[in-house]
C-alpha cells in the first residue's frame, strides 16, 4: 500500500519508522511518504496561513499550497483511491472504517493545522474523518493513529493474521481476557480451562468471556452487532447472575 501523508511536521511520522509499521515497510508491505507543503507556497516568507475573509479568530491554511502539494505527489504517485483530511465534523473512525480502507492500494492524508483549511481544500478529499469529539492542534497524530489501524488489517503485516480477527471490534466484541506465565501470580491464577489443552472448551470460555467483557465496559456494542443465538444465549445467562464482577468462574 502507498500512503501520502501531506504536513507541516514532516519529522512527527519518523515515529512510523517502528515497530510493526516500520518492519512492514522494511517488508515493502508499506510504503509511507511525507510531502511538506510549505515547500509548495509562493508567499515570499513561505507562510501558507492567512486571515479568514469576513473576520474571524485563528488563522486558515490556505489552498493553494495544498492542492501544489498534491499535484506533485500524484505526478509521483498516481491519483490515490481516498484522499482524506483529518477534521473533527467528520465521518467517526472505527474499526470497520479501517478495514474498508484496508482494501485500497493507495491513501493520502492531508493534516491540517491552526484554525482549519480553506474550505476549497475539501473539495480534493474523499473523506472527511475524526478521531472523536474533540479538537488537536493538528492531523498528525490522527494520521499516525489511522495508518496504524489500517496496517493491521494487510496481509503480513502482523505476525499471524489470526492476531486481527480476534481483535476488540473485529467481531462486534471486546476481546476476550488473555493471559501468559506464571500461571499463579501471588495468589492470582490463570482459568484452570485455559490450562488444560481443551480447545473446543477453550474457545467456549473465550467467547463467553468476550461477552462478559462487553456487557461490563462496553454494552452499548451488543445493540450495534447482528447478535448470533449463541451471543443471546450467553448475554441472558450473564445477565442472570447476581455478580458480574468476577469472571474467573464462567
Partial sequence: MQIDILSLFPEMFDAMNYSLIGRAQEKKLLNIDVTNFRDFTKRKHHSV??????????MLLQVQ????ALAHVEALHGQAERTIILDPGGRPFDHQYAVELAQCQHLTFICGHYEGFDQRVYQMATDQISLGDYVLTGGELPAMVMIDAISRQIPGVLGSQESAATDS????LLEYPQYTRPADY???QVPEVLTNGNHQLIAEWRLKA???????QRPDLLDQ???TPEIKRLVRELNAR????DFTDL
Avoid: C, H, K, N
Fill in 242 to 245: 447476581e455478580d458480574l464482577s
Fill in 210 to 216: 468476550a461477552v462478559w467483557r462487553t456487557l461490563q
Fill in 65 to 68: 499550497p495544498i492542492a501544489d
Fill in 225 to 227: 452487532i447482528e447478535q
Fill in 169 to 172: 471490534f473485529a467481531q462486534g
Fill in 186 to 188: 501471588q495468589g492470582q
Fill in 49 to 58: 496561513d492567512d486571515t479568514p475573509y469576513g473576520g474571524g479568530a485563528g
